[in-house]
């Protein structure tokens, strides 16, 4: 017998759980210290603005809310990587790339407040609204994709998919679009070990999740999701390559769920507090603090003044927030069909007149 073909999956990391430097080749992104700076600041804003939101939906102020804790530094890493002109295709709560690329946290907000006006948010226009039917956003993302290269356009199309958005056959049909026609796609796995209840051990056989990419024809990339530099290195190198016309990636970016899955879920009720515990020592806000620290970069007084300052900034995107006046009931009929079919006629008169009666 002899080898048809061999594998590997490199795994990157270059600031372990303390903050602390494990190799010593410095990626460009870690020699720009006042940028690695303002990245940690985009993740400690996006901290406090992620603990207003479930506050503001435990009083009754939003729907629903899917927390990012935890995932700060992988999607902040991958908005910063980005260019203006590439296109994101998000799940649900990748808020620190979106933040980077000019979504406005009161979007957020007004999305989870059940109100449609927050997909038209700041950020670029050709980038993708939130997309919930999991792992659908791989295909529109493999779809620009198609478009740059057709177009020859020096763009990328970057997608973000969860570790049980990977099992689905969108992901898989995206990436072995990407892999035959070498397409400019970045297909980031978040892996937070959790699809709500289901553990990443249940999802798979596979060793990695990086390693899907390789039956794809992929170049695959396993990183330490919660090191920023890392995770920001990794992306660079994807995003390079793909625009050069090298085609596309998978990169798994190896993190956790610190929250519950959204608002409606209990955690504690399907995971061991231990293994949440252990999950907090390795958080990357600690890490990228306690680097920053070690560099003299960062002091303990700015960040609490930072802090602050992001409370403040959070508190003004809230009341912008519950400052929007609602759409009137109507709306939710009036903009999806050109001519409403008879029995969404009778529904939308029905509203009406139940809106008449409470008010
Ligand atoms: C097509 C589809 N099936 C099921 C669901 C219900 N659902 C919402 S989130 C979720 C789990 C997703 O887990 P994962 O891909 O790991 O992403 P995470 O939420 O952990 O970031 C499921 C099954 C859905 N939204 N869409
Ligand atoms: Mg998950």
Known sequence: MSI??????EFLQYLDADGKLVR??????????RQLVELYKEMLFVRVFDAKAVALQRTGKLGTYAS?????AAHVAIGSAM?????FAPMYREYGAQFHRGVKPREVLLYWGGDERGSDFSGPAHDFAWCVPI??????????????????EPRVAVTVVGDGGSSKGDFYGAINVAGAMQLPL????????????????????AKTLAQKGIAAGLECLQVDGNDLIA????MDHAIKRARHGHGGMVIEAVTYRLSDHTTADDARRYRPDDEVKAAWAREPLKRMKAYLMSLNAWTEK??????????????AEVNAYLETKSQPTAAMFDYTWGELPADLVAQRAEALAADKAAH
């Open 68 to 72: 990012c804790l935890g995932h700060e």
């Open 83 to 87: 260019q203006e002109d590439d296109v």
């Open 4 to 9: 048809a073909a061999t594998f590997e999956i």
């Open 186 to 205: 970045v297909a980031v796995i978040v892996n937070n070990q959790w699809a709500i209840s289901v553990p990443r051990t249940m999802q798979t056989g």
């Open 135 to 152: 792992a659908t956003q791989c295909l529109h993302a493999a779809g620009s994709a198609l478009a740059f290269k057709v177009r020859k």
């Open 24 to 33: 010593d080749d410095l990626p460009a992104i870690a020699r720009d210290i």
């Open 302 to 315: 700015e960040d609490e003044d930072w802090k602050a300052e992001c409370a403040t900034r959070v508190d």
């Open 231 to 234: 995770m920001r290195a990794a």
